[in-house]
């Protein structure tokens, strides 16, 4: 804790800097970040430390979770299998829960599944999040938590502040309409159907509560029953 200080300041004048600019010092902001702090080098430790654990071919986990987690880090360090799937392990996906008219026929009636593919096994939760969590106002009980998810752009204002983002959104729509072509969509209509979900996305924008609005917990706490919200819905 001493190291952190710098006790050639005086405390009355630069407490910041008495207390901590030791650790400032000692620490500079590596490239890349905007932070840097205690916690994040602890993290960065830990990360490292569980690197070698999992990247190490003697290590014997001790329960099954732990061999599956070895199992998992190391097939998506397998590089070459990866090239020979390809795409395969997504459009198995998408044919199994109806199709896509992106790329084919697709059930038009399934939405309610494919909802519950995505949002649970896959944790995709488009549209809105699900969760289980402390009650804000009642810490001893856990509640189901539904909120408004997030939007594939950092925030809303991406979407509605067009001029200032525009090369962002051009090149967001570059990415879908190339994800659109590798999985086998024919160029003119993945152009046209990707610019349909850009504009949609962009109505999601304008009916997410911004951030700035999200901060008063009175606001966004609205608890009921599972009877109240079925009748809501």
Known sequence: MGEAMD???????????FSCGGWVKKNPLPDGRS????????????QALLKHLLENGTFNGSSEAE???????L????????????????????????GWNMTGPWDKDNFMEVLKVVSGP????????????ADPKHSNSNVIQVDQ??????????????TANEK???????????LGLLLGGENNSTLIQMQ?????????????????QRRDEEKIYHKVTIAELQVSR
């Not at 061999?67 to 880090?73: E, L, P, V």
């Not at 070459?80 to 459009?91: D, F, K, S, T, W």
């Not at 998810?149 to 067009?162: A, I, T």
């Not at 962009?202 to 009916?207: E, G, N, S």
Request: with cysteine; glycine share 4%.
């Open 67 to 73: 061999r599956k987690t070895q199992s998992y880090y």
């Open 196 to 212: 349909q979900i850009l504009e949609f996305e962009t109505a999601l924008a304008k009916i997410t509560v911004p951030q700035d």
């Open 7 to 17: 006790r050639s300041v005086d405390p009355c004048s630069d407490f910041y800097q």
């Open 35 to 46: 932070r840097w702090s205690t916690f994040n080098s602890i993290w960065e430790q830990n």
């Open 168 to 178: 962002v959104l051009v090149a967001y729509l570059d990415y879908m309409v190339e």
């Open 122 to 133: 896959y944790r995709g939760q488009p549209f809105f999040s699900v969760g289980v969590s």
């Open 149 to 162: 998810s997030g939007l594939f752009l950092p925030s809303r204002d991406y979407y509605l502040n067009k």
């Open 75 to 98: 097939s998506c360090l397998n590089t070459q299998r990866i090239e020979e799937l390809g795409a395969q392990p997504l459009v198995d996906l998408i044919a199994k829960i109806g």
